[in-house]
């Protein structure tokens, strides 16, 4: 019943920069986590950033420091602001959302593809 949207990926040099975005509609409650993964050729899907409704904040290693992740909560909107790019940041970025109440629910979004490439 929920719908994730992303927009924003493309082709990019090592070294830039990306903004990708994450629309969600349907029965979204007040509580919840949003967040982003991302999924290599041949690596399974990892967590890239999340963050809950009152702004709590959790990123991967490998991206602290270069990635950015916020929220809109009135648009119900999450962004990934990705800086200081590498080729090893390539992958499928998939949005997704998380609520526990009244039951737990995981929604996701088709991905859109990022590739860091000279």
């Known amino acids: 019943q929920v719908q994730l949207v992303e927009s924003g990926g493309g082709l990019v040099q090592p070294g830039g920069s990306l903004r990708l975005s994450c629309a969600a509609s349907g029965s979204i409650g007040s509580i919840n986590t949003m967040g982003w993964y991302r999924q290599a050729p041949g690596k399974e899907r990892e967590l890239v950033a999340s963050i809950l409704t009152g702004g709590a904040l959790n990123y991967a290693d490998s991206v602290k420091g270069r990635f950015t992740i916020s929220r809109d909560n009135a648009k119900n909107t999450v962004y990934l602001q990705m800086n200081s790019l590498k080729p090893e940041d390539s992958a499928v970025y998939y949005c997704?959302?998380?609520?526990?109440?009244?039951?737990?629910?995981?929604?996701w979004g088709q991905g859109t593809q990022v590739t860091v490439s000279s």
């Open positions: 997704n959302l998380v609520q526990v109440l009244p039951r737990r629910s995981t929604s």
